[in-house]
């Protein structure tokens, strides 16, 4: 079976976005620094339709992690950083425009329903009320037998990691220090999730990526 996969940049403190998230700050007071060593690669900016961008082992990185990509889970605070009814969501139609970089299905977590929305480029939004199994199932489904993404945020990551269905996870280890914000690994039985390290890189920018095996 094609495998569920994480990939996510996290600062040295074990924060995967700043403290106050908001509509201005989506990845919370300071998270964009997460996020600036893919920035600046070629393979980020050619999926976000970009030129230019340095091509190095950062760039190869990112290149393999959407090699072999089917779909995509993420939770409605990804997709608009909204709450409550579509119709009072600033963001309804997500932070990507009309064009989104995944080019697949992508699947959203939530609480309201909302019929389908396609986008330009490949990528459909489908919104799923009946929690994350059933999105899971419908991804798959989707994916035929390409992987699926979780794209975030941290809470549904860890529903996942907990219910066991994980696959595998790579964790971009950026050398800052946030001193507060979303933990990866918060709610979660130490004595139940575990971890077999994999392959490490590291990168001319000191960002540091180690895949990890979740063990079954």
Known sequence: MAMLRLDMSMSLDGYVAGPNPSMEHPLGEGGEQLHQWAFAVAAWRERHGLSGGDRNPDSEVVD???????ATIMGRSMFSGGHGSWASDPNANGWWGDDPPFH???????HHARAPLPMQGGTTF?????????ALEQARAAAGDKDVAIGGGA?????YLA???LDELQIHHVPVLLGGGTPLFANLDPGKVRFERGRVA????GVVHVKYRVLK
């Open 163 to 165: 219910a066991g269905l």
């Open 155 to 159: 809470n549904l990551v860890q529903q």
């Open 126 to 134: 489908t919104f799923v009320t009946d929690g994350p199994l059933a």
């Open 104 to 110: 697949h299905p992508v699947f959203v977590l939530t």
């Open 64 to 70: 393999e992690s959407v090699r072999d990509l089917g």
């Open 202 to 205: 590291e990168s001319p920018t």
